[in-house]
């Protein structure tokens, strides 16, 4: 049984490694998408959100549920990059803590039936807002994306920088783009919270508030091989509850809660009796449930009226985000402008759980983590931002590695024409109008010529618009110089609509047969 420890390393080494690696998003560090696929997909949540017949997000899900039906908690031990980062926390903070030792604490059930119901309940109301801020998976990338990524392109681009100055070019610059100071807070936050629960109580995160953990921990009762104590064997020696992570050994009745176990094995590792092993499953004495059901039952009927107003406050202030009076200078946008592929604005709330996955791996860095452009249900969630960066004409990186299918996998020649969001025109804050010189360069950088310039007094022209071929790739707002409020902008759409290809200038033929030279 030693060897159970060793293979849950083993993979959570190599998992955390990938989904790090993907997380930080450096062009040179990616791997490739046959790699990432499996690893980053093979995550519950995701898995859920993206399910279909037939699909990889189906395969990983049944993967989940068997493994937890067989030997328990399997996926938080080993295939949850938030478990792994706390496994690590847990090991760097061994030699700063005056209690080197665990012990057994009661299980918080009521809070944590509360959790996942909070959680559960805006699903049905196609709002993953409460998923979105407490899925570990998620969470696990918003820490990386937002702490280890700004490092990770730092180095990087010093690096770029050193080689360059010995004419070595092997090493690209890449782009950050704006930061977004929410992410960050909420990032701390995280990580702060993190660290004090894993200092104090190892892995009480994944037992009293992941409502994955609660999730599989209440499948696990029912799992066909579970850790057991043999009272026989069992010397009360207490080195098991001393390295238990999840604090579930109770070693004075020799009692291991099965629900709350993470499968460290630390306890299998460290028994010298040989008294810890994993056993078929036993029936379940319903008297001792009895107080749990009904502590269920009331957490879900107090938290259903709880959900519901939850999320209409949301839609409310969604709906007080949209409207506003319009202002001939200042630039008001009513819908922000979400990734391509993500179809529309209730599909990609619906189906997002802000993991910042796209946002890492976003090759112009025009995606970034949201604060209220979708509303309070849409916080954290990934929108582009036109401040610093646009969105590459042919670039479907995002739609490739999204693992919930908030955002729907798109090929390039599909791409070129997703209208994300439609470009406006406010004359009044042109640099063309108010100091009457010319400029265009927003029709420069318009991949589709949207934007085009037309006669406005004298030599100088003037940028007019044709809305039917935009796509909303933000290039013109990007580049539009005009300060303190842009001239020209995108208005989202919050249903993806197809433009029209722009027509293709036809060359005259000409009649001579060769150079006249």
Do not use: W
């Not at 092997?170 to 894993?198: E, Q, R, W």
């Amino acid at each position: 049984m030693q060897y159970l420890r060793t293979i849950r390393i083993v993979t959570s080494v190599i998992i955390f490694a990938v989904a790090f690696i993907s997380f930080v998003g450096l062009p040179a560090l990616l791997l490739p998408l046959f790699i990432q696929g499996p690893v980053l997909k093979m995550q519950l949540v995701p898995s859920i959100l993206n399910f279909s017949v037939v699909s990889m997000a189906s395969f990983a899900f049944i993967i989940i549920i068997l493994l937890t039906l067989l030997f328990g908690r399997f996926y938080c031990s080993s295939i949850c990059p938030m478990g792994t980062l706390q496994d690590i926390m847990n090991r760097l903070s061994k030699p700063f803590r005056k209690r080197k030792i665990f012990r057994f604490t009661l299980p918080y059930k009521k809070t944590r039936y509360i959790i996942l119901a909070l959680t559960i309940v805006p699903l049905f109301l196609s709002s993953s807002i409460t998923l979105a801020l407490l899925d570990p998976y998620s969470n696990f990338g918003k820490i990386i994306s937002a702490f280890f990524r700004p490092i990770t392109y730092g180095l990087n681009n010093l690096i770029s920088n050193i080689l360059a100055h010995f004419d070595i070019y092997s090493v690209d610059p890449v782009i950050m783009g704006s930061i977004s100071v929410t992410a960050i807070i909420y990032a701390s936050v995280l990580l702060i919270s993190l660290v004090l629960l894993v200092f104090f109580h190892g892995r009480l995160y994944c037992n009293s508030v992941c409502p994955v953990g609660t999730t599989l921990g209440l499948l696990s009762k029912f799992s066909f091989f579970q850790l057991k104590i043999e009272n026989t064997k069992c010397t009360q020696c207490g080195k098991c509850s001393a390295n238990c992570k999840a604090e579930c050994i109770d070693i004075k009745h020799k009692e291991l809660d099965f629900e709350r176990c993470i499968g460290c094995y630390n306890c299998i590792n460290v028994c010298t009796e040989k008294a810890i092993s994993y056993s078929k499953l036993s029936p379940v004495k319903v008297e001792k449930e009895t107080s749990t059901d009904e502590a269920k039952r009331s957490a879900f009927k107090t938290l259903a009226a709880t959900g519901l107003g939850l999320v209409f406050a949301n839609k409310y202030a969604f709906s007080q985000h949209e409207t506003g009076k319009k202002n001939t200078i200042e630039v008001k946008k009513k819908h922000t402008v979400s990734p391509p592929g993500s179809e529309s604005h209730k599909h990609f709330l619906a189906h997002c759980t802000a993991c910042h996955l796209c946002v890492s791996q976003c090759p112009s860095s025009v995606l970034k983590p949201s604060f209220l452009q979708y509303g309070l249900e849409g916080m954290m969630m990934p929108y582009l931002d036109f401040e610093k960066s646009f969105c590459n004409f042919e670039c479907t990186q995002c739609s490739q590695v999204c693992p919930t299918g908030a955002i729907k996998p798109i090929d390039s020649k599909k791409k070129v024409t997703v209208q994300m969001g439609i470009v406006q025109f406010i004359k009044e804050n042109c640099i063309v109008y108010l100091e009457e010189t010319a400029c265009g360069a927003c029709s420069e950088h318009c991949p589709t010529k949207a934007v085009f310039m037309v006669p406005y007094k004298g030599m100088i022209t003037i940028p007019e618009t044709n809305k039917d071929i935009c796509i909303g790739c933000g290039a013109c707002e990007f580049a539009c110089p005009a300060k303190p409020n842009k001239a020209i902008y995108i208005e989202g759409n919050t249903l993806h609509l197809t433009a029209k290809k722009p027509k293709e200038e036809k060359q005259e033929e000409s009649n001579m047969e060769e150079f006249p030279f």
